[in-house]
């Protein structure tokens, strides 16, 4: 035991949470102060995917190379004499150091907040069961949070790539890469590892990249990658993947062949629900893997619940976190908490990065009538080197209600100025909220509020009798 407690045989609790992610760290800590006694077991490193091998790690990759386009700009704004070189070795051991920072801080709150914590694989005996580093524990609830990890089996010959977890370990910057797929970790890691110098091609099967997002934003992006020197090799399914000497080769359909020095494989993630004792337990997952639950992340084994990207609903950090708290919640404090799914904001952190929330354009247009307003220019930092990079900036707006439906961004600070943009549209903020509130000068995000006509409008609002719109 972490926090120096020590267990019998068969201990009690009142919360068994297995995995110490994001979301079970949040449900633990929040159960606890509600007076549970909660007890979280982790078979790695504290703090997940998130923490550990994904979001953060990820984020101080791409500061790391965006440091060398601000180094590029800064002569066009006077400085003279500045240059650098990008060493990942001293990168790479700055990030262990300040991953080993966050997972003290993670196990250091667990402590604080009375949360027995077990360093162990965990697995379901039976319903108020679970057995962790030899110990049978008992408890009437039992919250899996064990998260995903990257799927390898998407094509033969692709458990010789690497995937995310190891790209984030490199200590060395390869001159060329293919990466495979067309997500979000594919393009975030293509744009990051082309500013840091190497050869980047990316190959998915779909015609664009990132499949389900607003397809303006993926034509832009598209674009700007291409314009960073990445070469896309999509609309073309994929065979094999194959290694030899110092080389990797990418059987392609069309009988093209794609090569390059490391390969990192970005196709995708499943939930981490082998050697759970599952179906001895009875829980029932999907074809995916994904464990089965209801809004109240309930299994379908009573007293035992499951949150995160384990169960494939929304497979985002604070949605993980949110889902925890709302279990607990809802749990030891007597007040029921549901998470609204359907409308969550995210983020690309692609060179430029992407934000979105709400409805894209085709889904909102199928729905009924639908007013856009758009916005495209040249941010006033980047023009005045000379640049031609441009931000790109939607509003999809309810034909009938005036009720903003969807917010999407590509450009710098995206993820930022989306981010605050999804407060006013998780409380029904309407266009016409937008026109009156007053731009901040200068600034890019004064946009979204100085958009006046719509640039296309799909379906028209039903007509009465005598051809007038109902009142």
């Not at 949070?145 to 799927?151: D, F, H, I, V, Y």
Request: net charge neutral; glycine share 12%; charged share 20%.
């Amino acid at each position: 035991m972490d926090n120096g407690k020590e267990l019998g045989p068969i201990a009690a609790y009142d919360l068994i949470v297995i995995g110490a992610g994001s979301g079970g760290v949040a449900a633990s800590r929040r159960a606890a102060a509600h007076g549970a006694r909660v007890l979280i077991a982790e078979a790695d490193r504290v703090g997940g995917t998130c923490v550990i091998r994904g979001c953060v790690p990820k984020k101080l990759m791409m500061y790391a190379a965006s440091h060398g386009q601000l180094l590029r700009e800064a002569a066009g704004y006077g400085w003279v004499g500045v240059a650098g070189r990008f060493e990942m070795e001293r990168w790479a051991d700055a990030k262990a150091r300040e991953i080993t920072r966050l997972e003290g801080l993670y196990r250091g709150m667990l402590a604080d907040a009375g949360v027995d914590l077990v360093n162990g694989r965990a697995r379901l005996l039976g319903p108020g069961q679970v057995e962790v580093a030899g110990r049978t524990l008992r408890s009437e609830r039992v919250l899996i949070a064990t998260g995903g990890s990257p799927a390898q089996d998407a094509l033969p010959g692709l458990d010789l790539a690497m995937t995310s977890n190891e790209v984030l370990d490199l200590r060395e910057v390869p001159s060329t890469l293919l990466v495979v797929g067309g997500g979000y970790i594919a393009v975030e890691f293509a744009s990051i590892l082309a500013a840091l110098g190497a050869q980047v091609t990316l190959a998915f099967r779909d015609a664009l990249p990132l499949r389900g997002f607003d397809h303006d934003l993926r034509k832009r992006l598209a674009h700007a990658l291409t314009e960073r020197g990445i070469t896309l090799a999509g609309g073309v399914g994929l065979h094999a993947l194959t290694h030899t000497g110092e080389r990797f080769e990418l059987q392609r359909a069309d009988g093209s062949v794609l090569g390059a020095q490391a390969v990192l494989n970005a196709t995708g993630r499943r939930p981490n629900t082998a050697g759970l004792g599952l179906e001895q337990a009875g829980v029932d997952i999907d074809a995916r893997g994904a464990i089965t639950v209801d809004i109240d992340s309930r299994t379908t084994v009573q007293g035992i619940w499951a949150i995160g990207d384990v169960t494939n609903r929304v497979n985002l950090t604070p949605v993980a976190i949110a889902e925890g708290r709302a279990f607990a919640d809802s749990e030891f404090a007597h007040h029921a908490v549901r998470v609204d799914h359907r409308t969550v904001a995210s983020a690309v952190f692609t060179e430029p990065p992407i934000a979105t929330v709400g409805l894209t354009e085709t889904d909102a247009a199928r729905l009924g009538p639908v007013d856009v307003y758009e916005s495209d220019f040249r941010p006033m930092r980047t023009a005045f080197v000379g640049s031609q990079a441009r931000s790109y900036m939607k509003l999809v707006v309810d034909g009938l209600s005036d009720v903003v439906l969807g917010i999407h961004m590509i450009g710098t600070d995206a993820p930022e100025i989306v981010q605050s943009l999804a407060v006013a549209m998780t409380c029904g903020a309407t266009k016409r909220d937008f026109d009156r509130t007053l731009a901040v000068h200068p600034t890019a995000a004064e946009e979204f509020v100085l958009m006046r006509e719509p640039t296309r409008r799909h379906g028209k609002p039903p007509q009465g009798p005598a051809g007038t719109a109902p009142s």
